[in-house]
């Protein structure tokens, strides 16, 4: 079993509180008239899908509601920080100098 921690609830609770909501730190196109078809087609469904650590979004269903960030190791599935939405993302480096 998965365990979260939110950072607005300051829990850490298990995986079923909580759904995934993609990938983070997606900007939108500032003029998205402007693309072509295949420039939308992949702004919405075109995701880097790394392996290893990787930025997501996920939302505390079953508690406060909210939105959050987290970095997640794919290939462990380990959480290896979450943060608020807005808040800058942590770098990759500095977490793994922290282990």
Known sequence: M???HCPYCDETLPEAEFAYAGEAHISRPADPMALSDEEWRDFLFIRT?????HYERWRHIHGCGR????????????FLTTYKAG?????EAKLEAAE
């Open 2 to 4: 998965l365990l979260i």
């Open 49 to 53: 899908n790394a392996r290893g650590p």
């Open 87 to 91: 808040e800058e993302r942590p770098a």
């Open 67 to 78: 939105f959050f960030n987290a970095l997640r190791d794919t290939v462990s599935d380990r």
